[in-house]
């Protein structure tokens, strides 16, 4: 039985029939209804949740009486709840800080995701307890470390059962959009975006070459599940039926192997180090700056963030995020944009291993995430996830390509940098004559012949105070630190 | 001795499989071929155990504790 929406407070998830997801202001809570309780019980006090809460990769849950419930939400939100979910145990989870999506993540983050969810699994079998689902929305990021948020995807398994359910989901939304991403130059973006439940096995089919339909990984995962699934009788319902072996030893060594065989099958899509794309050289090489110049801007931003201490940076066009990196060490949570894959991917490589407090995503400002799901309500949109998150916002040689690449209005682009900052924001003034821009522009010159550096910071003080700028000697480009001002 | 323990095993797997209610608890999308897939490479894996356990009763260290027994 599924219990009704409270209309006052739409769910945020709702599929699993155990339970129901609620988001309110700072607050994440979770009703369970009765029949998914024992599962819950069995997995909140198993060795597996308590290893991987340690380590924080599962999310810090607690449960709420119904007192502490209604102190928490206030009655208005409380009341509605307790109503839809009577006798259901209410959970509060502690909230990520910045939820974000797999479409919205590089090929590493995905993987880094898919290696959670079968480490998960792993090591629920070995306490005869299962996932019953297997998809990257069951992950969310802390900055760039995967955090498993669903905690009534698991059950307790039959101990004769050998097949894994989620399977099937596993392949089409994790292993499928990471191969067509590797080897078919598909972005994530477009193969999860438009697609709730990743990519079928039919859809790569089609994508495939003759000879790569029989190639690893593509012959196990795509191939011969196509063809088996075509000869299949749409009617006969038998393969959905329940198989159970009397030894309970050999259902665990069954999906022991399988689980290692999705392994291998994550190896081989894992995401190239080293890859290269348009930007992946633009700090390094084709950036027309001086050592000296660059030094002078690392101490601009630096000087910006420590004299604010600024502790929720967003950086926009983070390209292979140096300035991210410097946010992150001097002390801020980052969440850092940028519409490359290939420079987000090595973003997160670089905080992965160094341990920084860094949230790459790829998004493109001009263009962000749109909200998705049932009503828009399931994932919200970039914007209304950020808006008024940060305290700094970086905004480092990216303004000129929103204005001459996506013809975006320079009023606009900073009436966005003041609704995204609650303070500072600092930016990169780039003049129509320096050689980046022109080599944006490609003869359409006419278009921006009015801009220079009096109009900019005449559009500046429409949402901010300028508290110092400072130009990069010898370039035509100018730092600004600019700060919210009151009346904005 | 060890190949007539595995026979009755997958005799009684076969008769547990007929005689069992079959149940569904997902949730989600199990798919069709990929499901098929997954019970032909279980079978294969599954003959691969009794496969393990009948080396594992051969293996000569198995048969010096049997002849000291």
Redesign the interface.
């Known amino acids: 039985m599924t219990a009704p929406t409270p209309q006052s407070a739409p769910a945020a998830s709702f599929?699993?029939?155990a339970g129901q997801l609620f988001r309110f202001p700072g607050r994440i809570v979770r009703a369970v209804l009765r029949e998914g309780a024992a599962d819950l019980d069995a997995f909140l006090t198993s060795r597996a949740a308590k290893t991987l809460t340690a380590s924080g990769n599962l999310v810090r849950t607690e449960a709420l009486t119904t007192e502490r419930l209604t102190q928490a939400l206030g009655a208005e939100s409380a009341a509605p709840l307790l109503a839809a979910f009577p006798g259901a145990i209410f959970l509060e989870h502690e909230p990520v800080p910045f939820p974000s999506f797999p479409y919205e993540w590089p090929p590493e983050m995905l993987h880094a995701a898919a290696t959670l969810t079968l480490d998960l699994a792993d090591a629920l079998l070995e306490e005869n307890l299962g996932l019953?689902?297997?998809?990257p929305y069951n992950v969310l990021f802390r900055g760039s470390r995967p955090v498993f948020i669903d905690v009534l995807s698991v059950?307790r398994r039959e101990p004769?059962d050998?097949?894994?359910?989620?399977?099937?989901?596993f392949?089409?939304t994790f292993l499928l959009p990471l191969a067509a991403a590797e080897r078919l130059g598909l972005p994530l973006d477009q193969s999860l975006l438009g697609r709730r439940?990743g990519l079928?096995?039919?859809d790569v089919y089609r994508m495939c070459g003759a000879l790569r339909k029989l190639r690893s990984p593509f012959l196990?995962l795509v191939t011969?599940?196509?063809?088996?699934?075509?000869r299949?009788d749409?009617d006969d319902h038998s393969?959905?039926?329940?198989?159970?072996?009397?030894?309970p030893e050999?259902a665990r060594?069954?999906l022991r192997?399988?689980f290692g065989?999705l392994r291998k099958s994550l190896k081989k899509v894992a995401p190239r180090e080293g890859k290269r794309s348009a930007w992946s050289e633009y700090m390094a090489a084709d950036n027309k700056y001086s050592s000296e110049h660059f030094a002078a801007k690392q101490a601009f931003v630096e000087a910006a963030l420590q004299e604010f201490q600024s502790r929720r940076v967003l950086d926009v066009g983070a390209n292979t995020g140096h300035f991210s990196a410097l946010a992150a060490r001097a002390g801020a949570s980052v969440v850092a944009v940028d519409s490359d894959p290939v420079v987000v991917g090595e973003i997160w490589r670089n905080a992965h291993s160094e341990k920084l407090d860094i949230l790459p995503l790829v998004v493109n400002l001009a263009r962000p995430t749109p909200a998705t799901g049932w009503r828009n309500r399931e994932c919200l949109g970039f914007l209304e996830r950020a808006r008024g998150g940060f305290d700094a916002v970086l905004m480092l040689a990216v303004i000129h390509h929103m204005l001459v690449s996506e013809r975006i209005p320079l009023a606009e682009i900073l009436a966005l940098a003041a609704e995204l900052s609650t303070n500072l924001v600092v930016a990169e003034y780039v003049d129509p004559r320096d050689s980046m821009f022109r080599r944006l522009t490609r003869g359409r010159e006419h278009l921006h012949r009015d801009l220079n550096q009096q109009v900019f910071e005449n559009a500046c003080r429409a949402h901010f105070e300028i508290v110092r700028s400072q130009q990069l000697e010898g370039t035509h480009r100018r730092l600004y630190l600019l700060r919210r001002s009151a009346r904005a | 001795m060890g190949v007539v323990r595995c026979m009755w095993c997958a005799a009684l797997a076969v008769v547990l499989v007929l005689l069992t209610e079959p149940r569904a608890y997902a949730y989600t999308d199990p798919g069709s071929g990929a499901l098929l897939w997954q019970a032909l490479v279980a079978a294969f894996i599954g003959a691969g155990f009794y496969f393990r356990k009948f080396l594992f009763h051969l293996s000569p260290k198995k048969k010096i504790e049997k002849d000291e027994q």
């Not at chain 1, 011969?224 to 075509?230: D, H, K, S, V």
């Open positions: 599929r699993d029939p019953k689902d297997a998809t059950e004769g050998a097949t894994w359910l989620p399977y099937a989901q392949v089409r439940d079928e096995p039919e196990t011969l599940p196509t063809w088996l699934g075509a299949q749409p393969i959905y039926q329940k198989k159970l072996f009397a030894d050999k060594y069954i192997s399988l065989s």
